[in-house]
């Protein structure tokens, strides 16, 4: 069954840096000019507040680290813009940076230096509250994202469910690999009724009433057992349709639900096997001293197909003319034997070596039947 794989929502590897880093969002712009303000004025606010004397430093190396602290805070500024793509906080840094560069190396005017660090500190502020609010878009939309994944892994979930529960009741009646093939390809349909041209294979085990009267029950079921596991197995690799079983007997069909270009060929093939695996199983069987075999009976024609019964015990099979004549083949080949009717055989005339037999009178069937003995060594494949 196919598989369908539904990614996981991209998470941007800048947000989840920023967002789990030490410090906090646009913190380095906030402490740089809470610095620079600090070294323009903190010698003042220590006396004035705590009448706390400072130690004095030169003018220069204070104006140095004022511009030096202002110039980080706005590159923090510049590298935050591209978290949150905002301008306005780069702008006012800027002209905080250039006030303060301007009252120190061009004209002192103290309205101006406090103007400057209002601005400094200003755009800091905006510069954190705008990563915060980008961080928090960007978690609003991985948010939506995962709720979408969410939606689309519980509808996927359903819809496999369903999947899981048509194939579990296709595979009854179908082979493992035509039981997904229907069901990947959405084909359920095909299941309801319908006409086809078909190939069907019936073939039960001769002298197995003799069998079960010598043997115990156990051996009985071993080897009915053994018998339909082949078989299905068998009809699986030549994605026959199983149509039923019924004791010592089964009823297989080519070219539906899925079409075959040569389904009498097919039908062949699997009825050659099937006698090469009743072969092996009789050799077993007969150093306990049990004998049996095996009697195969194709058909071809036009019959309809469709689910038959009740729910919970439905099966998929085929009814009609070929139905029929296979199944009355089956009766009447000998051990060993493979009968075809005329349809089938002129289907695969080209690639199988086959005896005509007398036409036979077959019940339930109005006009005698042409019939054909696949003569030992013939190969269909």
Known sequence: MRTEQIGAPAIDRDTVRGATTGLAPGVLALLAATGSLVACYGTLLAAGAFGVEMVGWRAHLQAVVMWG????ALWAIWTDRAQHGRNLPLVIGAVGVGLILFVLY???????EILAYVCLVAA??????????????QL???TREIA??????EDKVERQSGEIERLDRLRDFLSPKVAELVVEGGEARLLDSHRRYIACLFCDIRDFTAFTEGAEPEDTIAVLQAFHGQIGELAGR???TIGFRAGDGVMVFFNDPIPCEEPVRDALNLAQDIRGAV???????ERLGFSFGIGIGIAAGYATLGLIGAKGGAGYTAIGNPVNIAARLCDLAQDNEILLDQRAYLDIEHAVTAEATEPRQLKGVSKPVETYRVLEGSNAA
């Open 69 to 72: 602290l202002g110039g980080i």
């Open 106 to 112: 061009v004209h002192f005017d103290q309205s101006l």
């Open 124 to 137: 800091a502020l905006l510069n954190q509250n705008s990563l915060v609010g980008a961080y928090a878009k």
């Open 140 to 142: 609003q939309a991985q």
């Open 148 to 153: 979408e994944l969410n939606g689309r892994l």
């Open 238 to 240: 030549h994605n026959g």
């Open 279 to 285: 072969a092996e199983l009789r050799r077993r069987w």
